[in-house]
């Protein structure tokens, strides 16, 4: 049962940057993709940013693109999300999910991976 912990959430001023971190118990092919999601109140969860692991492709919602990065650094077992230029409408809950493979391509409106975190609080003024 992978398990995943998000850290590095906080507040900040529009313009400003975090990096989120998401520990992970182990890498294997249950966790074939891993991603950020965010979830604002009275919104949809939505996609933010995906990694296939072994591969290293990334992809980015629009709406983050050029600002947001995803990395992973694999002798860690972390998933990071470096998040420049932020904005208040990037206020959200932000989670950490992995998936063995079936969901990965629905990544982006929020599909239901396998795995999650319990997620950590954004909030840009």
């Known amino acids: 049962h992978v398990q995943l912990v998000e850290s590095g959430g906080g507040s900040v001023q529009a313009g400003g940057s975090l990096r989120l971190s998401c520990a992970v118990s182990e890498l294997t092919y249950s966790t074939y993709c891993m991603g950020w999601f965010r979830q604002a109140p009275g919104k949809e969860r939505e996609g933010v940013a995906l990694v296939y692991i072994f591969s290293g492709t990334t992809y980015y919602a629009d709406s983050v693109k050029g600002r947001f990065t995803i990395s992973q650094d694999n002798a860690k077992r972390t998933l990071y999300l470096q998040m420049n230029s932020l904005k208040p409408e990037d206020t959200a809950m932000y989670y950490c999910?992995?998936?063995?493979?079936?969901?990965?391509?629905?990544?982006?409106?929020?599909?239901?991976?396998?795995?999650w975190g319990q997620g950590t609080q954004v909030t840009v003024s």
């Open positions: 999910a992995a998936d063995g493979g079936s969901r990965c391509a629905r990544w982006v409106t929020g599909a239901d991976f396998d795995y």
